[in-house]
């Protein structure tokens, strides 16, 4: 089974179904990639939640038109949130093997934050949203994670001061773990930091304690960046099944 993407929908002028417009990436990959073909049955998401089932239709030189017969709204929707914060990675790769490796294992946000160790003060947002859009596709999902440019932390502490936060950090007084936490993660407001290859100072640790963030472990073992990221995507998905 293959998902297209495509946020390009149409009412039908004919009736009240919609028609759904691939674009030339699409369009190439469905009929000269996968060999799809007029009247032949499609998937789409659109990157909201909604998963739309319909046919090939007319077929122009760089679109393809789709007639769309079923919607499935918050197709897979979770009862649960997922939100890291991730100071971005020198190398931007690891950045965006991150991303896609988030997608895969299911969030619904995230946030880089620029830290005091921070290597990195610019992201490649275009090549983000790329990296999105295929890892959703590739995985079955309907929805693309709300992916926000990259913010101070102390700014972005000052956005979610009223969620529930929490601050992995390599600090020997902190023994606690997602685990410890785990009937929070069935709310929708609560978010997890990730610090830079130097870990947060001790003056981000302390700030994000003054602010109620509580602190976590991932355990003993010293783990990259963007490896922690996946972890607690990981951790949070268990917590929840």
């Known amino acids: 089974m293959y998902f297209f993407y495509s946020n390009l929908i149409v009412d039908n002028p004919n009736d009240l179904s919609k028609i759904i417009i691939l674009d030339k990436f699409e369009s190439n990959h469905c009929l000269n990639v996968l060999r799809y073909k007029e009247k032949d049955k499609i998937k789409v998401v659109d ?15 760089n679109q393809c038109f789709i007639n ?28 965006e093997w991150f991303v896609e490796k988030a997608i895969e294992l299911g969030i619904d ?14 992201i490649r947002m275009n090549r983000i949203q790329k990296v999105a859009i295929t890892a959703m596709k590739q995985t079955l999902k309907a929805y693309i994670p709300k992916i926000n440019d990259i913010i101070s932390f102390n700014d972005f502490l000052k956005l979610h001061q009223n969620n529930f936060g929490y601050i992995c ?9 997602l685990l410890d936490y785990r009937n929070r993660f069935n709310v929708e407001s609560s978010y997890v930091l990730i610090g830079p290859e130097g870990d947060f100072s001790q003056e981000e640790i302390e700030c994000a304690v003054d602010n109620n963030v509580s602190s976590i472990s991932l355990g003993d073992n010293r783990l990259r960046t963007e490896t922690a990221g996946v972890a607690v995507c990981h951790l949070i998905n268990l917590i929840n099944v």
Not at 47 to 61: F, M, P, R
Not at 69 to 84: C, P, T
Not at 169 to 177: F, G, M, R, T, W
Request: glycine share 6%; net charge positive.
């Open 47 to 61: 990157g909201y939640g909604n998963l739309y089932e319909g046919k090939i239709g007319e077929i122009k030189k």
């Open 68 to 95: 769309v017969y079923n919607i499935f709204e918050n197709y897979m929707k979770r009862d649960y949130y997922v939100h890291i914060a991730i100071a971005p990675t020198k190398n931007h790769d690891r950045l």
């Open 109 to 122: 946000e995230i946030s880089f934050i620029k830290c005091s160790r921070s290597l990195r003060t610019k």
């Open 169 to 177: 950090h390599l600090e020997e007084d902190n023994k606690k773990s």
